[in-house]
C-alpha cells in the first residue's frame, strides 16, 4: 500500500493567481497521477508525473496552465496556473500499487476560486 | 479509446433494501482491469474491489458483490441488505495497461433510515 500526503487540503483564491499542489508519498513510485474532480462531477484524469521526463497531458490540458514537477520517486507537485472561477475543483494525487494495480488517492485539494 | 458509463446518476433506497449499481464499459484491449471505488460525503476514495478481465468469477464480500459479464461488457455491483453507512458516490472504473484509470461518472447512493 502507499500512503499519500497532499497539501494544502483546501484554499480559497483569488482570480489570476496560482496555486501549488504537493504531493508526497510514503514510497518510491513510477509514475505519479492528477485528476481534477469537478463539483458534483467525475475525475478526470489531468496528466501522468514521470520522474526524469516530461508530464504527459491528456486531451484538453495544457503545461502552460498545469505545470506539473517530479524531482523524484517519491513527490510531485501540480500548479493551477493564472486561475479563473472555473478551475474550483477538487484537485487529487494519486499512485499505483504496481502495474495495473489500485490506484491510491491523496486526500484531496478543494481549490475555489474567486 | 475506453470509456465507461454508469447511467443511473442517483438512487434512492430505504435501509435493507437491496440495490444495484450498474456499470458498462468500452475498450478494444483484450487485457483490462475493472475497479469499483467509492465516495463518501468526506471526500477520500475508497477502493473496493479489482478485477481482471479474464476473470469473471462474481465476487461476493459481505453484503457487497460483483457480477462480471464479458458478453454484455458489465461489471454490475450489488449492496444487499443497504445500510445509511452506504450512502456515497459509487465509480466504476477501467484500466488497460496505462496505470491510469479511466472513471464512470458515478452513481450517487442515497440510503434512507
Known amino acids: 500500500s502507499a500512503v499519500i500526503s497532499q497539501k494544502p487540503s483546501r484554499d480559497i483564491c483569488q482570480r489570476g493567481t496560482s496555486l501549488t499542489i504537493q504531493c508526497q508519498v510514503d514510497s518510491q513510485v513510477t509514475m505519479m497521477f492528477w485528476y481534477r474532480q469537478q463539483p458534483g462531477q467525475s475525475l478526470t484524469l489531468i496528466a501522468t508525473a514521470n520522474q526524469g521526463s516530461e508530464a504527459t497531458y491528456e486531451s484538453g490540458f495544457v503545461i502552460d496552465k498545469f505545470p506539473i514537477s517530479r524531482p523524484n520517486l517519491t513527490f510531485s507537485t501540480l500548479t493551477v496556473s493564472n486561475m479563473s472561477p472555473e478551475d474550483s475543483s477538487i484537485y487529487l494525487c494519486?499512485?499505483?500499487?504496481?502495474?495495473?494495480?489500485?490506484?491510491?488517492f491523496g486526500s484531496g485539494t478543494q481549490l475555489s476560486v474567486l | 479509446a475506453q470509456k465507461v458509463t454508469q447511467a443511473q446518476t442517483e438512487i434512492s433506497v430505504v435501509e435493507k433494501e437491496d440495490v444495484t449499481l450498474d456499470c458498462v464499459y468500452e475498450?478494444?484491449?483484450?487485457?483490462?482491469?475493472l475497479f469499483w471505488y467509492k465516495q463518501p460525503p468526506s471526500g477520500e476514495l475508497v477502493f473496493l474491489i479489482r478485477?481482471?478481465?479474464?476473470?469473471?468469477q462474481n465476487e461476493i464480500s459481505g453484503r457487497y458483490s460483483w457480477n462480471f459479464q464479458k458478453s454484455t461488457s458489465s461489471f454490475n455491483f450489488t449492496i444487499t441488505a443497504s445500510q445509511v453507512v452506504d450512502s456515497a458516490v459509487y465509480f466504476c472504473a477501467l484500466n488497460t495497461g496505462r496505470r491510469a484509470l479511466t472513471f464512470g461518472s458515478g452513481t450517487r447512493l442515497q440510503v434512507q433510515p
Open positions: 478485477r481482471n478481465s479474464f476473470d469473471e
Open positions: 494519486s499512485v499505483a500499487g504496481g502495474l495495473n494495480e489500485k490506484l491510491f
Open positions: 475498450t478494444r484491449d483484450t487485457t483490462y482491469y
